[in-house]
């Protein structure tokens, strides 16, 4: 039975929660459950701490998980990341009080104020800087106004918590975040999540692409599916009248309305859009 780690609280759960359900996934239906065995599917879901979930992976305690990819870093864990799953985004970021910290390089022999030690360990020294890294957990914008470092290192979303401690970010961001299935980095376990692996990428495609209807004049046909190429090729399909064909394409979510209207001034009329649920591609 595959093991998969999932986290068990927050948007990120939440987030994961949905995207394992739309993938056929048995998932917990109260929050208090910490285990949940789907013998349909033969898999069990531990929900953990998303801070511990690489490290369980990383152990061979479960087979694989979702986490953030910036938690998978700064564990240090010998897990891999598998497959971007498009949601969770976040920003990790320096800042410092305007007028003492604006570079980078600046940083050198200050305290750096943060909650993700390995991380930001591993990006000074990847930049050659030597600086001391205070470990806290939760919030660390207030650690500059406490004196108890220089410069923090943090996850940045808007930016206004920090400019409600008097702070700017500077730099090139350290990382770009988001949800991240992540698997033991052992031979033969690329096999063991295959299924998993390939059946969230079909989430994602069923999330990031609609289908297209519609019906076209056959002397336009050419110039319609160069709107609407598909991912390998359009499906062309003869009507009772000769003079028409029914064209059907996967074509991008966003976008899908501007689309409709190039096909209808090009001339193709009964333009339908209907979601995917799921797909294998």
Request: net charge negative.
């Amino acid at each position: 039975m595959l093991r998969i780690a999932v986290p068990n609280k927050g948007t990120l759960s939440e987030a994961t929660v949905e995207m394992l359900r739309e993938a056929g996934y048995r998932t917990r239906r109260d929050s208090k459950e910490l285990v949940v065995a789907d013998p349909d599917n033969d898999v069990e879901f531990f929900y953990l701490r998303p801070r511990d979930i690489a490290v369980y992976v990383g152990s061979g305690t479960v087979d694989a998980g979702v986490t953030g990819r910036d938690l998978l870093l700064d564990s240090g864990s010998q897990a891999v990341e598998v497959l971007a799953l498009g949601f969770g985004g976040s920003t990790f970021r320096y800042a410092g009080r305007p007028g003492q910290v604006s570079r980078v390089e600046q940083i050198v022999g200050k305290r750096v104020a943060t909650s993700y030690q390995g991380l930001v360990e591993a990006d000074l020294a990847g930049r050659g800087i030597g600086a001391s890294v205070v470990r806290l957990d939760g919030a660390v914008e207030t650690a500059i106004t406490l004196g108890v470092a220089d410069v923090i290192a943090d996850v940045v979303e808007t930016g206004a918590t920090l400019r409600s401690q008097g702070l700017e970010v500077f730099g090139e961001p350290i990382l770009r975040s988001e949800a991240v299935l992540i698997r033991g980095d052992r031979p033969g376990e690329e096999q063991a999540v295959e299924v998993l692996e390939r059946r969230l990428t079909g989430v994602i495609t069923a999330r990031t692409y609609v289908m297209l209807d519609y019906d076209c004049p056959r002397e336009l046909v050419d110039k319609a599916c160069a709107l609407t190429p598909g991912l390998e090729s359009p499906t062309v399909s003869p009507l009772q009248d000769d003079a028409w064909v029914a064209v059907r394409a996967m074509v991008p979510r966003s976008g899908r309305n501007r689309l409709m209207d190039e096909l209808y001034d090009l001339g193709a009329r009964a333009i339908l859009v209907t979601d995917i649920a799921a797909c294998r591609l």
